[in-house]
């Protein structure tokens, strides 16, 4: 069996390369099919492998809550134009809500930042020690508020990687004084590097100030303890509906709302609106590699048009293997071979195409990509389930051929 096998591998090998401009046409469906199959994978898993860094990076089992619209002098205005927030809120939140680990107040503002002849437009986030847990944030350098420091109002500040970097280049930070609103801060920490936000804003672009000098020293105040929104850790990923239940439920009482009426604040899940993202991404993948499957198929249909021409073209030769001995299932295997062969290379080519793409679409479009070993195999095994599956049908006409009709045709 296996020199009958080695010898009809060897045949359909040299009918292959009598016809070399066809074979590699015939394979063209296949090479694009599975290139486009890697190609896709490769982006799609990149970009879930990204929205999971930003999940990360943002802060897991997140919640953040936003003044609600307001209406003034008859004028509905938009959502968070009114500080109807306040720190008590925040304390409130944490020390009486089971399923909050722990929360930040936020008071935030543009602000230009100057040290000695360098200066930078960044954000300045007011807040209190507990923002570092909050965001899951860790400091490269330094230390992090004091509950002293809160209390008293003192004008000290936590910078992130490109403001530090923008000011200081490769000096340390520590224990300099910057200007924030021509107000002298010191700097006692250096956060790590957070990158970039879903939306592509720069995490790093932030200084941290304690929230009590943002309202006295850099923003003002509307009234005692006000502040923009409040950042909320659940205790876990489970707890963060029954986290945003007890949230509403006490920030309604707390703002004395009666019932039925509307909310004056907003809470959101980030975490869950950036899984939302992430569940989109896949089935964006999922999709691209369904219309490169159809590649596949339509690579597929030209396999078999073109072994029932090869069929027809060798009516003569199948004629006189089959008067020399050769079985039906030798006319029928040699075909199929030859089809699964052309499935393969094509295969074989259309992944190195495929990563071949995926790397330039990385390099020259900036784009995340990651490849699977078991994507890359599954693409491959699927090639030649295509040439068997469209190479069978051309094989088994040519093993019903009857051999002196084949002899016979012209």
Same mark, same amino acid.
């Given at each position: 069996?296996?020199?009958?096998?080695? +010898?009809? =591998?060897?045949?359909?090998?040299?009918?292959?390369?009598?016809?070399?401009?066809?074979?590699? &046409?015939?394979?063209?469906?296949?090479? #694009?099919?599975?290139?486009?199959?890697? /190609? @896709?994978?490769?982006? %799609?898993? $990149?970009?879930?492998?990204?929205?999971?860094?930003?999940?990360?990076?943002? $802060?897991?089992?997140?919640?953040?809550?936003?003044?609600?619209?307001?209406?003034? $002098?008859?004028?509905?205005?938009?959502?968070?134009?009114?500080?109807?927030?306040?720190?008590?809120?925040?304390?409130?939140?944490?020390?009486?809500?089971?399923?909050?680990?722990?929360?930040?107040?936020?008071?935030?503002?543009?602000?230009?930042?100057?040290?000695?002849?360098?200066?930078?437009?960044?954000?300045?986030?007011?807040?209190?020690?507990?923002?570092?847990?909050?965001?899951?944030?860790?400091?490269?350098?330094?230390?992090?508020?004091?509950?002293?420091?809160?209390?008293?109002?003192?004008?000290?500040? !936590? &910078?992130?990687?490109?403001?530090?970097? +923008? &000011?200081?280049?490769?000096?340390?930070?520590?224990?300099?004084?910057?200007?924030?609103?021509?107000?002298?801060?010191?700097?006692? %920490?250096? &956060?790590?590097?957070?990158?970039? +936000? @879903?939306?592509?804003?720069?995490?790093?672009?932030? =200084?941290?100030?304690?929230?009590?000098?943002?309202?006295?020293?850099?923003?003002?105040?509307?009234?005692?303890?006000?502040?923009?929104? !409040?950042?909320?850790?659940?205790?876990?990923?489970?707890?963060?509906?029954?986290?945003?239940?007890?949230?509403?439920?006490?920030?309604?009482?707390?703002?004395?709302?009666?019932?039925?009426?509307?909310?004056?604040?907003?809470?959101?899940?980030? /975490?869950? *609106?950036?899984? *939302?993202?992430?569940?989109?991404?896949?089935?964006?993948?999922?999709?691209?590699?369904?219309?490169? $499957?159809?590649?596949?198929?339509?690579?597929?249909?030209?396999?078999?048009? #073109?072994?029932?021409?090869?069929?027809?073209?060798?009516?003569?030769?199948?004629?006189?293997?089959?008067?020399?001995?050769?079985? /039906?299932?030798?006319?029928?295997?040699?075909? !199929?071979?030859?089809?699964?062969?052309?499935?393969? !290379?094509? %295969?074989?080519?259309?992944?190195?195409?495929?990563?071949?793409?995926?790397?330039?679409?990385?390099?020259?479009?900036?784009?995340?990509?990651?490849?699977?070993?078991?994507?890359?195999?599954?693409?491959?095994?699927?090639?030649?389930?295509?040439?068997?599956?469209?190479?069978?049908?051309?094989?088994?006409?040519? +093993?019903? @051929?009857?051999?002196?009709?084949?002899?016979?045709?012209?």
């Amino acid at each position: 069996m296996k020199i009958n096998l080695a +010898s009809t =591998i060897k045949i359909s090998l040299r009918a292959l390369r009598v016809n070399k401009m066809r074979s590699a &046409l015939t394979m063209l469906g296949i090479i #694009i099919g599975v290139a486009a199959v890697i /190609t @896709m994978l490769a982006v %799609g898993k $990149g970009a879930r492998t990204k929205i999971a860094e930003q999940i990360s990076a943002v $802060g897991s089992n997140l919640i953040i809550v936003l003044p609600g619209s307001t209406t003034a $002098g008859g004028i509905r205005l938009a959502s968070g134009s009114f500080q109807n927030l306040t720190r008590a809120d925040a304390d409130a939140i944490r020390n009486e809500c089971s399923a909050v680990q722990t929360t930040a107040p936020v008071l935030n503002g543009g602000v230009q930042v100057v040290y000695g002849n360098q200066n930078w437009a960044t954000t300045v986030y007011g807040t209190d020690e507990n923002m570092l847990e909050v965001r899951d944030w860790t400091l490269a350098a330094g230390r992090n508020f004091y509950e002293q420091e809160i209390r008293s109002a003192a004008k000290v500040c !936590i &910078l992130g990687q490109t403001v530090a970097e +923008s &000011l200081f280049g490769n000096d340390d930070p520590l224990d300099k004084a910057i200007r924030i609103k021509k107000v002298a801060f010191t700097v006692i %920490g250096v &956060l790590n590097t957070k990158g970039q +936000s @879903m939306i592509g804003m720069d995490q790093d672009d932030i =200084i941290y100030v304690p929230v009590t000098s943002a309202q006295r020293n850099l923003f003002g105040r509307w009234f005692a303890g006000s502040i923009r929104t !409040i950042m909320v850790k659940a205790v876990n990923t489970q707890a963060l509906e029954r986290a945003e239940d007890q949230i509403r439920e006490l920030l309604r009482q707390r703002h004395r709302l009666a019932p039925g009426q509307e909310d004056d604040f907003t809470v959101r899940n980030l /975490t869950q *609106m950036m899984q *939302m993202a992430e569940q989109a991404s896949k089935v964006m993948a999922l999709l691209l590699a369904a219309v490169a $499957g159809v590649s596949l198929l339509v690579g597929g249909i030209g396999i078999m048009n #073109i072994m029932l021409v090869s069929v027809t073209e060798r009516t003569r030769e199948i004629g006189i293997r089959m008067a020399v001995g050769a079985k /039906t299932w030798d006319i029928r295997t040699q075909f !199929i071979i030859e089809a699964l062969i052309l499935s393969l !290379i094509g %295969g074989l080519i259309g992944v190195l195409l495929g990563i071949a793409a995926a790397r330039m679409l990385s390099f020259f479009a900036e784009w995340t990509v990651s490849f699977s070993l078991v994507s890359i195999l599954i693409s491959f095994g699927f090639s030649g389930i295509v040439g068997i599956f469209f190479g069978f049908y051309p094989a088994y006409k040519a +093993s019903l @051929m009857n051999p002196i009709d084949a002899l016979r045709h012209e």
